[in-house]
């Protein structure tokens, strides 16, 4: 719920009223699903290899954004926030838009289609309609469901991908593909690498999209047969019904030639 702000709050204000919105959320907020909680690490451990090569790219993990709207203290919480500054943030606890020389450059979103903690919708309009963020990812694994915008004045648009079958950012000299069910980050066309143990998730991750994409194709197997069944068992009992139409005809033309004898 928006908060409403008479004059400008200081850090230590955003502070204390980032703590106060803590303690309001739910406790689903905080519960993710293995596919989003994968590829948000996959984005993290990328990231961070980015920022190692490029210390003025800052990536956030699930940082409270707070900022002003129609005169009220409005939130957000990326799962991830990437921003290119040279500072580190003014305040620890949140991510404060007025007292920051930059804004975010990127959000991105791991979008679950049985989520119940965050609405995404309305994510998705507040960074396009309010907060204006050049770039934002969202992604939803179950469905491999990768959906990429720039915002270009008014709205988002989706971003077309390039001669590599990549969508690109410029400003980062990245570009975002999926890649084995996942999204990958590629640098200067070169692709961010894992740890070893990620990788192992990321494998287990394959083996259960697997396993499940399977299961969805035996049971359409199974659908499949018991039609072909039902199918089969309707043309006999049309065959069987015709058989005795054409019986009684020849029956009923018999007793009518027996009479006229």
């Not at 719920?1 to 850090?11: G, Q």
């Not at 709207?69 to 949140?94: E, F, Y």
């Not at 959000?107 to 994510?123: A, R």
């Not at 570009?175 to 692709?191: M, N, P, S, T, Y």
Request: net charge negative; charged share 35%.
């Amino acid at each position: 719920m928006s908060r409403l702000i008479d004059k400008p709050m200081t850090a230590a204000e955003y502070e204390q009223a980032a703590w106060e919105y803590y303690q309001t959320l739910p406790l689903e907020h905080f519960m993710e699903a293995i596919p989003q909680s994968t590829q948000r690490k996959i984005a993290w451990e990328s990231l961070d290899v980015l920022h190692a090569r490029r210390p003025e790219v800052q990536v956030f993990n699930e940082l409270l954004v707070q900022y002003y709207h129609d005169g009220a203290l409005s939130r957000l919480v990326p799962d991830n926030m990437v921003r290119i500054c040279d500072r580190p943030p003014v305040t620890k606890g949140s991510f404060n838009v007025a007292l920051e020389p930059v804004g975010p450059l990127w959000v991105l979103e791991w979008v679950s289609s049985s989520s119940e903690g965050k609405d995404y919708n309305d994510s998705f309009r507040k960074y396009e309609q309010e907060l204006r963020v050049p770039y934002c990812l969202m992604f939803q694994p179950e469905d491999l469901d990768l959906r990429m915008y720039r915002h270009k004045g008014e709205r988002y648009e989706q971003i077309p991908k390039n001669e590599r079958g990549r969508q690109a950012i410029p400003e980062l000299e990245l570009e975002v593909a999926l890649l084995d069910d996942c999204i990958r980050f590629w640098h200067k066309g070169e692709l961010l690498g894992l740890p070893a143990e990620l990788v192992e998730e990321i494998d287990d991750l394959k083996a259960r999209i697997k396993e499940a994409k399977k299961r969805a194709t035996q049971e359409k197997r199974r659908a499949d047969q018991e039609k072909q069944r039902a199918d089969r068992e309707k043309q006999r009992a049309d065959e069987e019904a015709q058989r005795r139409i054409v019986a009684e005809a020849e029956l009923a033309r018999l007793r009518a030639l027996h009479k006229s004898e």
